[in-house]
Nanobody
Framework: QVQLVESGGGLVQAGGSLRLSCAAS????????MGWYRQAPGKQRELVAL???????SYADSVKGRFTISRDNAKNTVSLQMNSLKPEDTAVYYC???????????????WGRGTQVTVSS
């Protein structure tokens, strides 16, 4: 079974920075797209940033220029560097990945349990 485990959330003042990390584990053959989503109270889950296997990226307009996604394919990890944080960035952040396992080479989509990010004004 594949697991995605996030770390790095916490409480930070507006203007501060946080770095989120996500590690994928299990019998992993290959990982396609890896990304970060967030869900604020009372709102739908939304894409924050993603990186495809080849390295191309996509960002939500609200985080462009402030957040940077990166990944280490050898370690099956993805990170999100968040700078100039705003109170509206407060949410639970979820790691997401398309993973192919040795036993079944089809790509299936997986979610982490989430990590809380709180930005105080």
């Amino acid at each position: 079974q594949v697991q995605l485990v996030e770390s790095g959330g916490g409480l930070v003042q507006a203007g501060g920075s946080l770095r989120l990390s996500c590690a994928a584990s299990g019998s992993i053959f290959s990982i396609g797209t890896m990304g970060w989503y967030r869900q604020a109270p009372g709102k739908q889950r939304e894409l924050v940033a993603l990186m495809r296997f080849g390295g191309s990226t996509s960002y939500a307009d609200s985080v462009k220029g402030r957040f940077t996604i990166s990944r280490d394919n050898a370690k099956n990890t993805v990170s999100l560097q968040m700078n100039s944080l705003k109170p509206e960035d407060t949410a639970v952040y979820y790691c997401n990945a398309d993973v192919s396992q040795y036993a079944n080479r089809r790509y299936l989509n997986y979610w982490g349990r989430g990590t809380q990010v709180t930005v105080s004004s």
